[in-house]
């Protein structure tokens, strides 16, 4: 339990204020808002920021196995890879075997994922001074402890 924000069954149990579902996509869109505004003049959002950087982070990998290891729609991350794609941010070839494309960053795509990566880490930073470095941590690790749920 943290705080006294939860109900128990027996109490209120249609409190919305309260829905885990509700709380975590309303902080979701915020949190994307302001690092929207830090990667705009790359001409990204920052969903795409977040898919260049797995992109960087298995390079060489499947859609599906990138897809798998963010625990994101397979459709929604080819969806945004594309839109990388025709940017020349993203390229793909094909795999040795098997008609599976394998994607990784283009020079160009690499090279702008090093120019914003300093204002990804203004991001965090400004964050982390709001809410208290203590709890940016905490948040952090409560985060992935839900995405394995």
């Known amino acids: 339990m943290i705080g006294n924000d939860f109900r128990t069954e027996d109490q209120d149990a249609d409190d919305f204020s309260v829905c885990m579902l509700f709380n975590v996509r309303k902080a979701a869109r915020a949190i994307s808002r302001r690092y929207d505004r830090y990667v ?3 001409g990204l959002k920052a969903a795409q920021f977040s898919v260049m950087v797995l992109v960087r ?21 080819l969806r945004n890879l594309s839109g990388l794609e025709r940017k020349g941010l993203v390229t793909t070839r094909k795999a040795e075997s098997g008609k599976a494309r394998l994607y990784e960053l283009t020079p160009s795509g690499s090279s702008m994922l090093d120019e914003a990566l300093p204002f990804w880490r203004q ?27």
């Open 123 to 149: 991001a965090q930073a400004e964050l982390a001074r709001e809410i208290g470095a203590d709890n940016f941590s905490e948040t952090v690790k409560a985060l992935k402890v839900l995405a394995t749920l």
């Open 57 to 77: 982070e298995h390079d060489g990998k499947t859609v599906s196995e990138m897809a798998e290891t963010v625990c994101m729609e397979r459709t929604t991350l």
């Open 40 to 42: 705009t003049h790359f």
